[in-house]
């Protein structure tokens, strides 16, 4: 067995093993784990990988899981202690997604088409569907703000270049990543703010699907 397949198995399996606990019990630690040994994993992958299949871009992914940590836990302590913890958590993911961007925005490219595509269509998304059930100033901002880093990830993530450390299969699975990590929050968001529940149990799935893509695609671009 090779070393490539023992971490996508570390990768995939071991979350879906936590995740399972957390739907099977409700205990939060469960799943707060599942980010946890994301996190140690790709900073051992990291450390691991040989010279030539690792570049100093690769520190944005711990950096993203990290702050995914933060943000997942100040959201989950918001349903109890109101809006300023929202908007840290938002605060948090945002710093997450500056971080994705970080690391594939590794040569400067950007896919300006998606991004005025993206920001049209999450704009009117904002406007229409989310503005009408959020009351807070500080909250409508934090989350128009979030929409447009959302969309700059995600223009980033398509345009990466490919070169020593990045091929199409890489650049696929981290592109996924990113794009779950943006329904997810979508689908949070249609819940939360404009009452709609449709595909609401997807949403955490769907946000720890996004850290595990990434993984792979980190194991892809350096592991043999």
């Known amino acids: 067995m090779t070393k490539r397949i023992i971490y996508f198995l570390l990768a995939t399996v071991v979350p879906a093993g936590l995740y399972a606990a957390y739907a099977a019990t409700e205990v939060y630690i469960w799943r707060c784990l599942i980010i946890f040994w994301l996190l140690g994993l790709v900073l051992w992958i990291i450390f691991a990988a040989p010279k030539e299949r690792r570049d100093k871009y690769m520190k944005f992914i711990p950096a993203a899981f990290g702050f995914s940590i933060v943000g997942d836990y100040l959201l989950h302590l918001a ?10 958590g938002v605060i948090a993911y945002f710093i997450a997604h ?12 950007v896919n300006w088409w998606m991004f005025a595509l993206l920001c049209v269509v999450f704009g009117l998304y904002f406007v229409f569907l989310l503005i009408p059930g959020i009351e807070s100033m500080g909250i409508r901002i934090a989350v128009l703000a979030y929409i447009f880093v959302s969309a700059f990830s995600v223009s980033t993530a398509s345009a990466t270049p490919f070169g020593p450390t990045m091929d199409r299969t890489g650049k ?25 529940p449709t595909g609401y149990f997807l949403m955490l799935p769907l ?18």
């Open 207 to 224: 946000f720890y699907l996004s850290q595990v893509l990434v993984t792979c695609g980190l194991i892809h671009i350096t592991a043999k």
């Open 172 to 196: 696929l699975l981290v592109l996924s990543g990113v794009c779950s990590l943006v329904v997810s929050d979508i689908l949070l968001s249609l819940h939360d703010f404009a009452g709609i």
């Open 98 to 109: 500056m971080s994705y961007i970080g690391f594939t925005m590794r040569k400067g490219k």
């Open 79 to 88: 349903h109890d202690k109101g809006a300023m913890f929202f908007i840290a």
